[in-house]
T-cell receptor, first 111, second 112 residues
């Protein structure tokens, strides 16, 4: 089973910040939080990852709570091209193991 | 770099037929994965291989077999296809020292 839970779907107005939550209450101390997204039927695309500090890159920001039991992916200025399914997963870095994706959140960007 | 390459991209099978989906990566990755994705659903892990010569079951392994032929190639075989195996199949690879999982373009399989 996936170690994360996410809302099934969310809407966001174009130009606004999209905040996608993820719960990972059983996360271990050495597990990272990763976010991927899948546009249409393409293969998923990496967005960002983090351990306990907040992270930012050219695509998004990742906010991880202090207890690490939940996180939020932020797309600062959502565009129509951000319409996709967003997956939050937890994974131990530097270890080859199975990666379970779960059902993800379907984000609809509204014009 | 081609990344992760899957073949075929599209296939129609009759119930009971067998076929093999091929996957190859040119990034020298240790780990390789096969996922299936049904319409409107998330990705479900079928099998994975942490290194050459090893394979392990994922969430939905029944009806499938895999072979990690060498470090580059990881194939998925349907011995006797069933309509319930109609899906989009994604191969992926990852390296233990990197963060990113790389996905292939997907293989659309229809079993009639």
């Amino acid at each position: 089973d996936a170690k994360t839970t996410q809302p099934t779907s969310m809407d966001c107005a174009e130009g606004r910040a999209a905040n996608l939550p993820c719960n990972h209450s059983t996360i271990s101390g050495n597990e990272y939080v990763y976010w991927y997204r899948q546009i249409h039927s393409q293969g998923p695309q990496y967005i960002i990852h983090g351990l306990k500090n907040n992270e930012t890159n050219e695509m998004a920001s990742l906010i991880i709570t202090e207890d690490r039991k939940s996180s939020t992916l932020i797309l600062p200025h959502a565009t129509l091209r951000d319409t996709a399914v967003y997956y939050c997963i937890v994974r131990v870095m530097n270890r080859d193991d199975k990666i379970i994706f779960g059902k993800g959140t379907r984000l609809h960007i509204l014009p | 770099n081609a990344g992760v390459t899957q073949t075929p991209k599209f296939q129609v099978l009759k119930t009971g037929q067998s076929m093999t989906l091929q996957c190859a990566q040119d990034m020298n990755h240790n780990s390789m994965y096969w996922y299936r994705q049904d319409p409107g659903m998330g990705l479900r892990l079928i099998y994975y291989s942490a290194s050459e010569g090893t394979t392990d079951k994922g969430e939905v392994p029944n009806g499938y077999n895999v072979s990690r032929l060498n470090k580059r190639e990881f194939s998925l075989r349907l011995e006797s296809a069933a309509p319930s195996q109609t899906s989009v199949y994604f191969c992926a690879s990852a390296r233990d020292t990197e963060n990113t999982i790389y996905f292939g373009e997907g293989s659309w399989l229809t079993v009639v």
